[in-house]
């Protein structure tokens, strides 16, 4: 029997190890159940007894978040009956484990200031006394041993809590599974709106409340907020049974469902606003909207919404554009102008907004030139401190603030909306003008005009601004819910500038409404950079070291950031950097000191790229001493970095198996030469190395050796290279106007063509179509000399024919023994510049096979010399490692990617002509200053992707400067005996690496069977499997088969970072025969990456003409009688352009089962009767549809009455057509009166009567076969052959047939 005041419901007593007292109510191991992660305690009563005779003093000790307390009023205030029920146990587990779980109903009736009074360490029982204590527990997450980041599951909490007295003890283990509870509402944006109502109707919506956690909850749903009490009672809320539900109770991840039903009894506006509360939870808690407007009348709805009547833009990020697209529709007979306003919770967000005509689609990437674009106007709520958390309360437009929206028309719109008049006008929407009308704060925005039937597209962009790092909900969601009200009313003129009222005003009553509600939850990224300061301490000059930052990300969405700093001695990567929710990433900072600084500062800072609020900024100490005498080769010379001088060159991003190239001057500041020896050392071999360029001339000022070879050599690669702003694009262009010229047409001249080509290339994307020589003058290029053995191009070798080689005119005396070679050297681009931008020379002709002598020819060695020097500026300045993803038009992308192509290729030229060499001696002139060109070229598989390259170029001084010998004795106290008592001096060379890959959708594409000149479209699919955008170029193979692939555009393009595209191509087969083609997909930045594709296809040879069945049956024939069955109609097309004149003629095939054979027979009048018999079935098929017409117009079918007249109309046409074409062809018989001559115009057909004859012999219904065959008079091999069938009727029924 429970004794006075405890619970009978579990008699659970335990004694003490020595049995001085024992505990009722807590065994010594307790999982305490269902327990509810709300910030709120839950209380555990429970009772120690002492059973000695003497006074006994109990101590108490809690682990975690537990705590004893001797009163509590919350307890004490619980009934007799509540008690009982208070705690459920369930038996024990094997492990002696007893499961408790607390009554949530009772606990919510807690006060908790009560459970916040602080708990006992003691007490003092007399003999035999028992005492009432109770243990609170309240969640503390982080003590939390497991569940998920949202803590929608269990989580694990343990504590312990110690009964001693003296030396006897009692110890009780408690595990706790608690979980958060979340209630979450479908529509997620939980507004309803029923716009343009008519009183006396009843209007149902849809509302679930669901729970998403894995324990259950009860609900409440009440009224807070409504502009009409008396209509209040309009408004049903029901459950699924139809019954009034106001709240409830749902299981572990269930919800349920409550329908919304509202019967409009006066006209007007009516709101409510409810609160559905988590009764478990109260700081889980969630707003709903119901607003209706009702009119007496219904009227014609003017528009609808083609997209989703609810808009959700998920988890955002501030600071980060996000778009979504609502599309209308006018289902009316007339224009109609839209107005839009936002009403809501947009504290903290900037809005923008395009109209465009549908059918456009722009991507992700485009919003934020749809941001840049529009003219956006920030939206501020001076009396709403913004959402905060899920108990965060949605504003309605009586109490919240608006979000004002701009756009700005353009000129496809306004040619999308078309039409002239009012259309036309009104496509050109009027400005924005957003005022506050009477208080009400509703912005508006531009109006739009919707055409007649037109559909219309409307772009949203939304982009939360960052909070501070100071507020409540930093670095959490924050869910925000708005509405877009749109207003649609007729267009009356060419302008329509309805003037704004507030709402309900009579002005209004003719606006149709729709309301799109939206929400969104928004977060602010932020991180935290340890250490703040980092002490490198003393770092000795050309010595490299390292620290590491550490960024933590601390919200719940990704965040990125970028280091930024200034500084000649201190590198750390420059790539944005994106580090995960909750996670964290490293960042190395090195440091190289180039001089002594005993004081050296720099500040890093760390850009958080979505909220500048949140930058953090690293600052950098150390001391820079010079122990082994490094920084003595700055008095000799100083390395520029282009022009800053530094100890290290970052070469940035750089793409696996791609070459990028960085130029390093080496300065002498001393007044006398300098030899300095490079050498190159990296971790991969052959990863990167040092170059010079080739010397022009040598000390005593003569032309180098060298620089003749490369004069010579690197024109005649150029021409070889097949450079794209040449040469392919020549070829493109040409094909395609050969297709677009009408036939018959000549060609343009072959210099018209190259002007054509050359016109039209991009200044500003593509390099010169040939950098060194000008090929639309005389093609006797000093260069291709020593390939010219006579003076015509028709008599050069078939290998060399493509160099276009001939001689200068001849002279006046018509003599051609001293004709000379014209070379051009361009200075500039234009090719219309010649007198200022080109420099001509005459050369004297090589004899034939000898190689013409350069030796007096310094200025176009110097000049080809000086062409090569801009190349390698174009590619150090020009070449992209991370290509650009951005462009104006399909044309910049194609050739902003040929000229990386060609930037690429000239780095080849230049390092295959000998322009640049191995850098191993450099020699300084006094005061001068040398280049060093350093290409980085990282080997490796993509899992190298993300590392640092780490490279190092050493310098070492070869000869002695003696004009600083006495400067440095005296300086340094030190004899310099020899330059070799100086270190090597170490340049770093650094980059991170990245991966460029690339996968084709489909490496096989079958076209299958065609006909020769028959198009067939297909496309490849680029995919990019990188972050990296990726640059692709197709090729193909330039055989004659390739040239009947035809590439519209996109054959050049980028592809943005794990995306892919579709690159169309037309194939028509010019020849016939098994097709099998090879396409080349090449990665520009990584040639190890190139992929092909196979184009197969069998091509058949085109039919010339065309017979409309190649199967003509008979029927039932008699053996022996001519002619015998119904005649039947062969009808031949001409397919070709031109006249034909084919054969027809029988042809005799296996007989029936007895033997018997069938043999066609053409009549006399095989004309005449085969227009008869055509005429006779067109005319049945007309009977037959003017009765089905007169059926259909009696039973009011308007769609089949205008099919059936169609088809009337066609087929009487038909008939007449058929007529004239059977009149144009010439049928004429053969000498042996079997066969037919036919003669067809372009295009003609030709109808012919054949009958069959029987041999005898047959037994009575076996199947006879013949044939004929159609081929052209002077072309037997491509022959049809038209099958003959029939049966043979039996002899007694034609017997009996005959008598009768």
Known sequence: MAEQGQPANYPLRQQSAEGQFSVRGLPPRVHLDRVYMNGLHTLLPFWITNDTAHELVVELETTGALKVQEQNANWSAVGAAQREAYVDVAPAVADGEVTMACSATIQREYSEVFNQLGGIASVKLAAHETAELVLLFVVDAADADGGDGQRYEYETFRGHVQVRAGADTYVVTLRASACRTVLEMDPPTSRIYVDDCVTGRTYERVLRVRNASAIGLDWTMTVVETTDSASLSSLQLLDSDMQPLSGGHLGARSDTQVLVRYTAQAAGEFLCRFLVENSNDPANARYWVFRARASQRQKPRRVELLSDADISFGDCTSGVWYSRDIRFKNVSDTAVVMRFRVEGNTAGLTMKSAVRADGTDPGASDVPALAEALTSRRASLADDGGSEGLAATDDIASEGGSAELSSRATAADDGAAGGSGAGGEAGRRLAARGRAVHGHKAALFDELLIKAGAVRTMTLALMGNPISGASVSAGQFARQSFTLFCEASTATGAQPTPTPTPPGMAAERSAERLSVPCTANMCTPFVRVTPALLEFGSVDVGTLKSLWLRVENLAQVEATVQCKLDSKVITCTRVPITIAPLQSASVRVDIYPRRINARYRKQIIVRNMHNRHNDNVVEVRSIHVDRRRVAYHNLFYHTLVPNNEQNFVDFGAVPLNTR????????????????????????????????????????????????????????????????????????????????????????????????????????????????????????????????????????????????????????????????????????????????????????????????????????????????????????????????????????????????????????????????????????????????????????????????????????????????????????????????????????????????????????????????????????????????????????KTGSIASGDIRFADNRYGVVRGFDSRKVGFVFTPSLNGVYNEQISIANVLNAHG?????????????????????????????????????????????????????VVRPQAAGGGDAGATLEARFPADVAAQAARLVDRETEEKIEALEQKLKIAVRKNRAEKVDKYRAKLGKLRSGGEQAAAQAAQAQVRRLADDRQLEVELAAGGEASIAVVVEASAGGRSGSALRGALVVHEAKDTDNVKVVELTARLKGQERSSRQTGS
């Open 660 to 1035: 990028s190239l960085r130029r390093v001057n080496l300065h002498n500041v001393c007044r006398c030469p300098l030899s300095i020896e490079v050498a190159a050392d990296a971790a991969d071999a052959g990863a990167f190395a040092a170059y010079v360029r080739v010397r022009l001339r040598d000390s005593a000022g003569r032309l180098t050796d060298a620089a003749r070879h490369v004069a010579r050599r690197l024109p005649l690669l150029e021409r070889q290279a097949a450079m794209h702003s040449n040469i392919e694009r020549f070829k493109e262009r040409t094909a395609g106007e050969a297709e677009a010229r009408p036939p018959g047409s000549p060609s343009p001249p072959r210099r018209a063509r190259a002007a054509l080509a050359l016109a039209s290339d991009d200044d500003r994307l593509a390099l010169p179509p040939d950098m060194f020589i000008d090929k639309s003058i005389e093609r006797g290029h000093v260069c291709l000399s020593p390939f010219v053995r006579t003076r015509h191009k028709s008599t050069l070798p078939p290998s060399l024919a493509y160099l276009d080689v001939a001689p200068a005119a001849s002279n006046a005396a018509g003599s051609t023994s001293d004709y000379k070679h014209v070379v051009r050297i361009r200075e500039h681009r234009d090719a219309d510049s010649h007198p200022a931008g080109a420099l001509l020379l005459t050369l004297p002709r090589a004899e034939a096979g000898a190689t013409p002598d350069t030796g007096g020819d310094d200025e176009a060695v110097a000049g080809v010399i000086g062409r090569a020097e801009q190349i390698l500026d174009e590619i150090i300045d020009r070449l992209d490692m991370v290509p650009q993803t951005l462009f104006a038009s399909p044309e910049a992308e194609d050739a902003y990617v040929r000229r990386q192509v060609d930037l690429h290729k000239y780095i080849d030229l230049l390092e295959e002509s000998g322009y640049l060499r191995p850098a191993r001696r450099v020699r300084l002139a006094a005061l001068g200053t040398e280049p060093i060109i350093v290409m980085l070229r990282p080997a490796g598989a993509a899992d190298r992707a993300g590392q640092r390259f780490d490279g190092n170029l050493y310098f070492r001084l070869v000869d002695r400067p003696g004009d600083l010998a006495t400067y440095a004795d005296k300086a340094h106290g030190t004899a310099f005996g020899s330059t070799d008592q100086l270190p090597v001096r170490r340049f770093l060379v650094q980059a991170s690496l990245l991966h460029s890959e690339l996968e084709i959708g489909q490496k096989s594409i079958n076209v299958g069977n065609m006909q020769v000149d028959e198009p067939s479209r297909k496309y490849l699919v680029v995919q990019n499997r990188s972050e990296t955008p990726l640059m692709y170029a197709i090729r």
């Open 1090 to 1142: 190139s992929k092909r594709a196979a184009l197969k296809a069998v091509v058949r040879r085109p039919t010339k003409f065309y017979i409309q069945s190649l199967h003509l049956d008979f029927g039932e024939v008699e053996a022996g009688r001519r002619p015998s069955g119904d005649a039947q109609v062969l009808a031949i097309k001409n397919m070709t352009a031109k006249a034909r004149r084919l």
